[in-house]
C-alpha cells in the first residue's frame, strides 16, 4: 500500500523585538527608501538575549502540535534545519526534542542554509514515504543577527529572525509532499559565507578581528543566481508532480528579496498574487522564511485545503530547491481546551529534562563511589 506524507500541522515564532530600517540607518550608511526599493524589507524581528535558535524552535515545534491531536512523545524525527545552530554539537534538533518532550523521536540538524527547510521537508517526506517512520517535525529556525556583521550595509539590512515547524504524518492517501527538486553547485561557495569557526579557519583573535565570524555576501551574484533558479526549479517540481503552472494555487517562495520574487513571478509568468510574501515584516529569515511565509498564509485565508503549493528556495552553498505540496483536510478539530494543554506539555518536558540532568548525576556519583579502591 502507497504511503503519504501529509501536512497536518504548522506553527511560527518570531522574537518580540522589531528592529526598522530607520533604526539601521543610526547603525551604516542606509537609507529607508533605498532599503525598501531594493529589497521590499521595512522591519525585521531580532531576538533578545532570552531567545536562541533552539528556543524559538521549540515554541514554533509546539505551535505546529498544538493545532493537532498528536503528543510530542509520538513524533518519530524532528529535522532543524538552520544556519546559524545553537552550537556546533550537540544539535540544536536534539536540543528541541529534550525541550518539547519527544521522548521517542532521532533528531538532527541539516545544513543547506536557506533551502534547507524545502530539503528537511523532503527527506522526512522519503521516511515517512517509505513506512520507515510515521510522524515527522521539520523545523526551520534562526538567530542570524548573532552572525550579522552590523556594520556592513549589504548585509545588515537583509536578515531576521525566527521559527516555523511543519509536522508530517503518514497516510494512506494521497496529498501532501508530492515532488521535490534539490540541487547544489558548491563551485559558488564562497558568494555566501560564514568563513571563520569551522574546520578550515577555526576561530582565533585573527579571525575575529577581521570580523571572519560573521556572514560574508557578494549580493550581486547571488542575486543573479536566484532569479536563474526559483523560476526554474518551479517549473521542475511542477513538472514532476504531472501538474502544469495553471494548477498552482499558491507558490511559497523564500522570502530574501521582493525583487528576487518578482523576477521568478515575471520568469513563470504568473500574477504576484500568487506568491506569499511576508518580507516586508520579517527580512530575510533563511530557513525560518518558507514555513512563516506559509503560516501567515494560511492564517490569512490565501490557503486551504485541497490547495497545490510549490514551495521554492535558494541560498549558500550553493543551494537551491522546489517542493509541491497538497493540503488535505484536517482529521479533527482541535478543542480551545486541548490547545492550551500544549504548554502544559511543554513544562512538563522542562521537568523531565531537569529531572534527567538530576538523575544522570546522581548514577554518575553513585558509580564513582562504588569504583573508589578500599
Ligand atoms: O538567502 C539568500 C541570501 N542572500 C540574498 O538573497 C541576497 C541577494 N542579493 C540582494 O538582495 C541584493 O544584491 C542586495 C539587496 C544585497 C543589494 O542590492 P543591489 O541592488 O544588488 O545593490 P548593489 O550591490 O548592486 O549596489 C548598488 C548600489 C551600490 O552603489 P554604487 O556602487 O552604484 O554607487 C552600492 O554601494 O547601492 C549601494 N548599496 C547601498 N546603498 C544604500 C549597497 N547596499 C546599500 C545599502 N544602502 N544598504
Not at 88 to 96: D, E, N, Q, R, Y
Not at 314 to 333: H, I, K
Request: glycine share 8%; hydrophobic share 45%; net charge neutral.
Amino acid at each position: 500500500m502507497s504511503r503519504y506524507a501529509h501536512l497536518t500541522g504548522w506553527g511560527m515564532a518570531v522574537p518580540d523585538r522589531v528592529l526598522t530600517n530607520h533604526e539601521i540607518e543610526q547603525m551604516v550608511d542606509t537609507n529607508d527608501e533605498w532599503i525598501i526599493a531594493r529589497t521590499g524589507i521595512r522591519e525585521r524581528r531580532i531576538a533578545d538575549k532570552s531567545d536562541t535558535t533552539a528556543s524559538l524552535a521549540a515554541k514554533a515545534a509546539l505551535r505546529a502540535l498544538q493545532g493537532t491531536d498528536v503528543k510530542a512523545r509520538e513524533i518519530d524525527l524532528i529535522i532543524v534545519a538552520t544556519s546559524s545552530p545553537e552550537h556546533i554539537f550537540p544539535s540544536t534538533a536534539s536540543l528541541v526534542q529534550d525541550r518539547i518532550g519527544a521522548t521517542e523521536a532521532g533528531a538532527f540538524d541539516l545544513s543547506a542554509a536557506c533551502t534547507g527547510f524545502i530539503f528537511a521537508l523532503n527527506m522526512a517526506a522519503q521516511a515517512i514515504r517509505s513506512g520507515s517512520l510515521n510522524r515527522a517535525l521539520v523545523i526551520g529556525s534562526e538567530t542570524l543577527s548573532r552572525m550579522v556583521n552590523w556594520e556592513d550595509r549589504g548585509t545588515a539590512i537583509l536578515f531576521g529572525d525566527g521559527a516555523g515547524a511543519f509536522l508530517l504524518e503518514g497516510r494512506d492517501w494521497p496529498g501532501g509532499v508530492m515532488s521535490c527538486v534539490m540541487r547544489s553547485d558548491g563551485s559558488g561557495g564562497d558568494l555566501l559565507s560564514v568563513p571563520a569557526g569551522g574546520s578550515f579557519m577555526p576561530t582565533s583573535l585573527e579571525t575575529l578581528q577581521k570580523k571572519l565570524h560573521l556572514i560574508q555576501m557578494d549580493g550581486r551574484e547571488v542575486f543573479r543566481f536566484a532569479t536563474r533558479v526559483m523560476a526554474s526549479a518551479t517549473r521542475e517540481v511542477v513538472e514532476l508532480a504531472g501538474m502544469s503552472l495553471e494548477d498552482v494555487d499558491l507558490v511559497i517562495p523564500h522570502q530574501a528579496n521582493k525583487r528576487i520574487i518578482e523576477a521568478a513571478a515575471r520568469g513563470l509568468k504568473l500574477p504576484l498574487d500568487r506568491f506569499a510574501l511576508n518580507i516586508d515584516r520579517y527580512g530575510n529569515t533563511s530557513t525560518a522564511s518558507i514555513p512563516i511565509a506559509f503560516c501567515e498564509a494560511f492564517e490569512q485565508g490565501r490557503t486551504r485545503a485541497g490547495d497545490r503549493l510549490v514551495l521554492v528556495g535558494f541560498g549558500a552553498g550553493l543551494t537551491w530547491g522546489a517542493l509541491t505540496l497538497q493540503l488535505t483536510e484536517p482529521e479533527r478539530v482541535v478543542t480551545p481546551v486541548e490547545r492550551r494543554r500544549w504548554w502544559v506539555f511543554a513544562v512538563l518536558a522542562r521537568l523531565r529534562s531537569v529531572l534527567r540532568r538530576v538523575g544522570r548525576r546522581l548514577e554518575s556519583w553513585i558509580f564513582r563511589a562504588r569504583a573508589k579502591p578500599e
